[in-house]
């Protein structure tokens, strides 16, 4: 027993050394540019280089650990699908782009230092949030401070973007898909009666926000609210009283996992009103969880699937042909704010205050999954139409486009 | 039957036992007396394998057991009705002796021999299905002796069977015992109750702080004004 | 520099965290899963000083020490009705009702969180390593107070409440008031960790605070070795870094950290650094010459 | 001689156990043995007088006052001490710091208790006189958990010395003792009552309780059979059959 | 709104809570050790029978047309293969880790079991077994039938999981009451040193209740995963604490009393997510009910005092 308790111990000392030696070159773990990224055969020459010969590093972090995995995993393959387009299209203005990419495990602190060792060791230029509002939020700060564009592609929290003049973000506000949602529902299904479901973050307090208040302008009556909890998976003592209730439409916020638990068993208990819910749902995963139960569920989102713009398309049939399954909404982000952020370094260079310049500029950018992007507002949200879709035939399909820019603008 | 050679204790850094040795012979009553604390306890543990000694052998019926797992002893025929009984308590008394004979495989057997311990004790007879927590602790102590003798032991082990009895109990309890002894069930004693004890038994140790400091057939043990002034009070 | 300067404010959060759940644990006996709730009541409460009352920010530090002291011999409570196992769970509930409320109730920003909360500048530095040095500042506080308590008649008294209730009321110690005497200092501690963990982030969600993190401060202290004052600054500190340090190996990390918490669990189970541990025999015995007590001829 | 302790009229049951009956004892300035069988009940009227159990009926009065609705470290402070029977020292502290907790017995109320230092030479001087009193001061840097049993009892007695009590409950001091441990634990008894403590002991070892004590209670069954001096106790009837088992 | 409906739902979701739920307590009767990896073992229970299932489908189809009876007859199949890898992965935690840190304090053996937990996700996790992502597990009710009352409906799915935990705890019953070896377990946990001393071998006793409480975690796994028709790395997250609940509500190693509040958590949990699930979160609410109970029966609600 001692023997083998020293030896254990060796076994561990062993994998803690080697996996705490610095690896020789910090090899980033994205494939991409590997053709450009010569054998370095001494560091010393690195620094002479002029910054343009090198490629031009961009910081991203998302949550590849733990319960939001997942999402993590479809932002950072979908972010590096666009940077390979890039690379393969020639990169910017002849410099090919490298992702440079940690797990912040969907924790903020990781965030925080994940954010300040992308600025330091990896000297990034830029850095895209592949991550939930929490770790978002908290990296936000430190690019601010570094005087670096931070892209925030999918966290919605509302104040993200409040923390300063270099925090962009690409997904649309969450109070603006509230209000779409409710004009949807007021307009598109001529209902009266609400339930409000809530899921019980940043996000589904937002949205539900966004969702009441434009819920009163266009004459809804909310006849039932109530709150559920991040991984939620039984919704029957809720369906049960809104079946009571009897609204025509529930909004319910969420993300698929729930959502696709939610409408299943609303089928199960024989709920007949309409569920509408927001790009939380738009993920192949919510089809596939779901099966017949999702058919005729309307979403609001950014990804229209059946748009004709080219970009789009590329986006759905290379994310198939490079990781052999559909893409979603949250992918989809990733990819665009890689292809936004790589659009302003072509025009206005690699400086931060060239990016921010570019950015401002941005009109009608249609080289996007999730386009055409119309503008940046003064508060760099985002301004584009918003879409709606509806599961049918076992997949996503326009519904309707939302463009009044009374709704749509953050 | 049983044969304790050099057998030392630690508890930590204590030394409960002290290079203990002494023999049990085929179809002999044997008891060790003592004061609280002498040992006497941890010589029982040590026998059954709660404890395990730091040094020293521990023979039964010619095979060494010193490092034998607790249930294996069992099933070489080694009993124990361990101090204040300690009877399954959320079990019936029907399942306690069904435990008793846990080594013993053939249902048919068992219940034979569950039968004969109602005989020999009616007491639990009336209180078959009960459970044991709700018997008195007389009735305690008779069952723990009786699923003892479920395996038919060639050895039992009695730890302080008197503790905590009333006066009229351990009469009862030591008649049992004799009754046993006399049927010709080989048994190691120990108890703090000398008088009682040396009346079903045929030899005698005295342990004193962890060490035997005597050694002698029962009837001498009874006249030993030594066990007299540790017990009587001189 | 900068990561290093927020990897060693975590760190010394951390430390913080540890050491206060030492006091509990390895001081007073008291095992809780719920230390993270005394964590959040602190980053709360400061922040909630710094947004809604606009105060500075050493009024904040204070105050979430003072808030978190008290609720904390609230929460203490059930230390005094339920035992082991029970009280784990107890404090582990206590845990999700806290963040439940904070969660829930608008007042503490609900789920929407805390936000904009100032990070305090020193001496005109317009960088993080005073900050930094006012964190380390803060774990030699902790570890000056873990170890005057150790010395105190406090220190005595938890020692003896944690080996033996009974025999410390018979020698006149109240059980009760000890328990929550080291509820108030461990929550304090956790309280104070809160707050410069509020300034240092800039924003709060509940989540940060889930029960999960009770259990890495848990894991701190018994990797690092209950009850000593190297072992917990040592276990937090290695188990904060290493995720950091495996971050090479990312895909296998949290497969790494919690095997070798297993592999620690089993062969050193005193912790790296308690008093029966290899390395402290080791160390004892490079250093020390130990003057052999003969036991055998105590009596 | 003053009453020091009076037990009124105690009775105790545990779910339907009657574990004391309407017990009533008195201890002047002596050395009183508490003496029966197993299960007789002393533990539990011992239990009952430093506050770990309440009674279900009757009183306990110390010096005039009732503490039977008092808390145990309540009752420690008003000077009362115990020893137990199965000995419970702070194990993993040195058996300088077991008296230490004992001396504390009087600060542990006061705010003095945050402030000071435990291991000061204000507080090691008279720890140390106890040590020495109770011939223990060659172990004093030992752990309490590695001592022999019979040091432990020492030390569980030295501890209880430390709170300054007027009264020391004794619960099986000799217990494990060899025959001439025994005898130095008897001559440091009678030393404590020469200080002017009062003592109750309970004893299993007979020949022990009968050389030291002055009175004796006998209990049997809950209930207290016999009382008096040695002599008288030894030869009574009920005694000898309900204790010695004839 | 329908109370009989409520109820019945509830006791679905009790009947989950049990599977779960009585692992632990037989481990916790023997070892007093807080068994956090328990869940680990359902989550793994859950992602070997959707292989198993994945993994035999196809080859139920070419012999029976219906693509529906191809999808029960899978479901049967690997009902019994993920709770045999199951019970056989719980029995190898016993031998491999807790047998060494049994005996030390418990919070050794709980840091330990945090540490595998944490090591069996993150292994789930990886793309080569199941992945970050959930998987559906679409065997539906699996042959059951529904049943319709005017007052309330289960579904096919509900049916199946009520029939199967009825049955299990058939087994549950009848081993541990009606068998030798089940005599030893309860005699093991009640006093192992006696249990010993009679001749139960205790480290069988225990490597068995590892393997039967890992078992029924397994199936636990299995149904949860067919329930919500989604199997994924961190759904033993929720167990790895709601178990915990129910099991010291039950009183800390009584499988009656775990049974009990498996009900009692259940019950409450549906009613007061359907009245005050706004106030707080639905664990909040199971954590209060919990606090609230140990504080005026501290040992649960059927534990021995």
């Known amino acids: 027993m001692k023997k083998f308790a020293m030896l254990a111990w060796l076994v561990a000392l062993a994998v803690l050394v080697v996996s705490c030696a610095p690896a020789p070159t910090p090899v980033p773990p994205t494939k991409a540019p590997e053709p450009t990224k010569a054998p370095e055969p001494t560091k010393a020459p690195e620094a002479t280089k002029p910054p343009s010969a090198g490629p031009i590093k961009i910081g991203f972090f998302s949550p590849l650990t733990g319960p939001t995995a997942a999402d993590g995993q479809s932002a950072f393959n979908s972010a590096k699908l666009a940077v390979k387009l890039i690379n393969d299209a020639g990169g910017i203005n002849g410099a090919p782009l490298q992702l440079i990419n940690y797990d912040d495990a969907g924790k903020p602190d990781q965030a925080a230092s994940v954010a300040r060792k992308l600025i330091e060791s990896d000297k990034v230029v830029a850095a895209i949030s592949g991550a939930y509002s929490g770790p978002t939020r908290a990296a936000a700060p430190v690019f601010q401070q570094a005087g670096m564009v931070m892209l925030s592609a999918y966290a919605i929290h509302p104040e993200i973007t409040k923390v300063g003049d270099k925090i962009f973000r690409i997904g649309t506000l969450a109070d603006v898909q509230g209000k779409v949602g409710a004009e ?17 973050n940043d996000y589904g307090v937002s949205l539900t926000a966004g969702f009441k208040a434009h819920a009163l302008k266009v004459g809804l009556e909310i006849i039932f609210e109530q709150k559920y909890s991040f991984g939620e998976k039984d919704f029957r003592p809720i369906i049960e009283k809104i079946k009571a209730a009897n609204p025509d439409v529930v909004y319910a916020t969420g993300y698929y996992a729930e959502a696709s638990t939610l409408v299943s068993q609303a089928k199960d208990a024989g709920l007949k009103a309409q569920i509408v819910g927001q790009e939380g749902y738009d993920s192949p995963q919510f089809i596939k969880l779901a099966g017949a139960n999702s058919e005729g569920v309307i979403i609001t989102t950014d990804l229209n699937r059946d748009s004709k713009e080219a970009m789009t398309q590329k986006f759905l049939t ?93 | 039957m049983l044969q304790v050679e050099n057998l030392d204790v ?225 | 520099m900068d990561y290093f300067v927020s990897l060693a404010v975590f760190a010394g959060i951390w430390v913080v965290l540890a050491l206060s759940l030492n006091i509990l644990m390895g001081f007073a006996g008291q095992v809780s899963l719920g230390q993270a709730a005394f964590f959040a009541i602190g980053a709360y409460t400061s922040a909630l000083c710094a947004l809604k009352f606009d105060q500075p920010f050493f009024v904040g530090f204070f105050a979430a020490i003072l808030v978190t002291g008290f609720v904390g011999a609230f929460l203490g409570l059930p230390s005094l009705r ?54 380390w500042l803060y774990v030699g506080a902790a570890i000056l107070i873990s170890w005057y308590i150790s010395k105190t008649w406090t220190g005595l008294a938890l020692n003896a409440v944690r080996i033996n209730e009974e025999a410390a009321a018979a020698v006149g110690i109240s059980v009760p008031r000890f328990k929550i005497y080291a509820f108030i200092v461990s929550a304090a501690l956790a309280g104070g960790a809160g707050s410069l963990y509020a300034h240092y982030l800039k924003s709060l969600f509940p989540d940060n605070f889930n029960f999960i993190e009770s259990i890495v401060i848990l894991s701190m202290v018994v990797v690092g070795g209950v009850g000593t004052l190297r072992g917990p600054i040592i276990g937090a500190i290695i188990l904060r870094a290493l995720p950091e340090l495996l971050r090479e190996v990312h895909d296998y990390r949290f497969t790494l950290y919690g095997g070798l918490i297993v592999l620690m669990m089993l062969f050193q189970p005193m912790g790296l650094l308690g008093d029966d541990s290899t390395l402290m025999r080791g160390l004892r015995r490079l250093f020390v010459r130990k003057e052999k007590v003969d036991y055998e001829h105590a009596a | 001689m003053s009453t020091r302790l009076e037990a009124r009229n105690i009775t105790k049951r545990f ?192 020949a022990f309780a009968m050389n030291l004590c002055q009175r004796i209670v006998v209990l049997a069954q809950g209930e207290i059979i016999a009382q008096g001096t040695p002599a008288q106790v030894q030869t009574d009837e009920r005694v000898i059959n309900a204790y010695l088992g004839h | 709104m329908s109370i009989a409906q409520n109820l019945s739902n509830a006791m679905v979701l009790a009947s989950t809570y049990i599977l779960i739920a009585i692992g632990l307590t037989m481990v916790y009767g023997v070892l007093k050790v807080l068994h956090v990896a328990h869940a680990g073992v359902y989550a793994s229970g859950a992602f070997v029978g959707l292989g198993a299932f994945n993994f035999v489908r196809p080859f139920c189809t070419p012999t029976l047309e219906d693509a529906r009876l191809a999808s029960n007859l899978a479901f049967w199949i690997s009902l019994p293969i993920a709770m045999i890898v199951s019970g056989v992965m719980g029995a190898l935690i016993y031998l491999l880790i807790y047998r060494y840190t049994w005996g030390k304090s418990p919070t050794i053996s709980l840091v330990a079991s945090v540490g595998l937990f944490t090591l069996i996700q993150d292994l789930l996790q990886k793309p080569f077994l199941l992945g970050p992502r959930q998987q559906p597990y679409p065997a ?131 009613f007061m997510v359907a009245f005050a699930g706004s106030l707080m979160p639905r664990d909040a609410i199971a954590f209060l009910v919990l606090i609230l109970l140990l504080m005026f029966r501290p040992r649960g609600l059927l534990g021995r005092a």
């Open chain 1, 184 to 200: 949807l529902v007021a307009k598109n299904l001529k209902a009266k009666k609400v339930a409000i479901l809530t899921i019980d």
């Open chain 1, 318 to 410: 290379e994310y198939k042909k490079a990781y052999n399954e559909d893409a979603d909404m949250v992918g989809a982000s990733a990819f665009d704010a890689v292809q936004v952020l790589a659009y302003a370094m072509k025009t206005g260079g690699t400086t931060t205050d060239g990016i921010i310049k570019a950015l401002k500029g941005l009109k009608d950018f249609k080289d996007c999954a999730t386009g055409p992007f119309l503008r940046y507002t003064a508060d760099r949200e985002l301004v584009r139409p918003v879409s709606s879709q509806i599961v049918k035939g076992g997949a996503f399909h326009l519904y309707q486009e939302f463009t009044d820019p009374a709704v749509t603008t953050p």
């Open chain 2, 10 to 234: 630690h508890y930590g850094h204590i030394q409960a036992l002290r290079d203990v040795s002494f023999a049990v012979n085929d179809n002999e009553g044997v008891a060790v007396l003592g004061a609280n604390g002498a040992g006497k306890s941890t010589l029982i543990k040590t026998l059954i394998g709660w404890n395990t000694p730091s040094r020293g052998r521990i023979l039964f019926d010619g095979k060494d057991i010193t490092r034998l797992p607790i249930w294996d002893r069992a099933a070489l025929g080694l009993a124990v009705v361990p101090e204040s009984g300690r009877v399954f308590r959320d079990l019936t008394v029907t399942q306690n002796l069904e435990l008793g004979a846990y080594t013993e495989k053939h249902r048919a057997t068992i219940q034979q021999r569950a039968r004969e311990m109602f005989d020999l004790f009616p007491v639990l007879n009336e209180r078959k299905h009960q459970i044991a927590k709700t018997l008195s602790g007389g009735e305690q102590q008779m069952l723990a002796i009786a699923r003892a003798l479920m395996t038919r032991p060639k050895l039992l082990l009695i730890d302080e069977v008197s503790m905590g009895l009333m006066p009229i109990l351990v009469k009862r309890v030591f008649e049992v015992i004799g009754q046993l002894r006399a049927s010709g069930v080989t048994i190691l004693l120990v108890e703090q109750n000398a008088y009682e004890a040396l009346q079903v038994v045929e030899r005698g140790y005295v342990l004193e702080n962890g060490k035997i400091v005597l050694n002698d057939t029962a009837s001498e043990l009874t006249q030993n004004p030594r066990v007299k002034a540790a017990y009587l009070g001189g």
């Open chain 3, 82 to 135: 339920v035992r082991h196992d029970f009280l784990v769970l107890a404090t582990m509930g206590v845990n999700f009702v806290v963040v439940a409320i904070f969660k829930y109730v608008d007042f503490f920003g609900g789920a929407l969180g805390l936000i904009d909360i100032p990070t305090p500048r020193f001496f005109g530095v317009n960088n993080d390593i005073p900050y930094l040095i006012l964190v």
């Open chain 4, 15 to 206: 779910g339907g156990l009657e574990a004391l009956r309407g017990v009533s004892v008195t201890a002047q300035d002596e050395i009183l043995g508490l003496i029966g069988p197993n299960g007789a009940g002393k533990t539990t009227l011992f239990n009952i007088i430093c506050g770990f159990l309440r009674p279900t009926s009757g009183a306990v009065i110390f010096e005039d006052r009732a503490i039977h609705t008092k808390r145990t470290h309540e009752i420690t402070q008003s000077g009362i001490a115990r020893t137990f029977q199965i000995v419970k020292p702070f194990s993993d502290l040195t058996v300088l710091d077991n008296v230490l907790a004992g001396l504390g017995c009087h600060i542990y109320a006061t705010p003095r208790v945050f402030a000071e230092q435990y291991s000061t030479r204000t507080t090691i001087e008279p720890a140390r006189e106890i040590l020495a009193f109770t011939d223990l001061t060659k172990w004093a840097d030992t752990l309490a958990g590695n001592l022999p049993i019979g040091l432990q009892r020492k030390l569980e007695i030295a501890r209880a010395l430390a709170t300054q009590p007027r009264l020391l409950l004794l619960d099986e001091p000799a217990a494990g003792l060899t025959s001439g441990e025994a005898d130095e634990l008897a001559v440091l008894v009678r030393k404590l009552r020469a200080q002017g403590k009062t003592i109750i002991v309970i004893e299993h070892n007979m």
């Open chain 5, 140 to 270: 539906g009710g699996a042959g059951m039938p529904r049943i319709e009352t005017p007052w309330f409906m289960i579904t096919p799915t509900q049916v199946l999981i009520l029939f199967v935990t009825l049955i299990l705890l058939a087994i549950v019953y009848v081993i541990l009451n009606r068998t030798r070896i089940g005599l030893g377990w309860q005699a093991a946990s009640l006093d192992p040193e006696m249990a010993a001393a009679v001749g139960v071998n205790v480290t069988h006793v225990i490597v068995l209740n590892f393997f039967l409480g890992s078992m029924l975690a397994g199936a636990a796994g299995v149904l949860v995963g067919v329930y919500d028709n989604m199997v994924f790395s961190t759904m033993g997250d929720v167990p790895s604490y709601k178990a915990f609940v129910v099991v010291v509500l039950g009183g800390l190693g009584s499988v009656p009393g775990t049974i009990v509040a498996s009900i009692v958590l259940a019950v409450t949990e549906t």
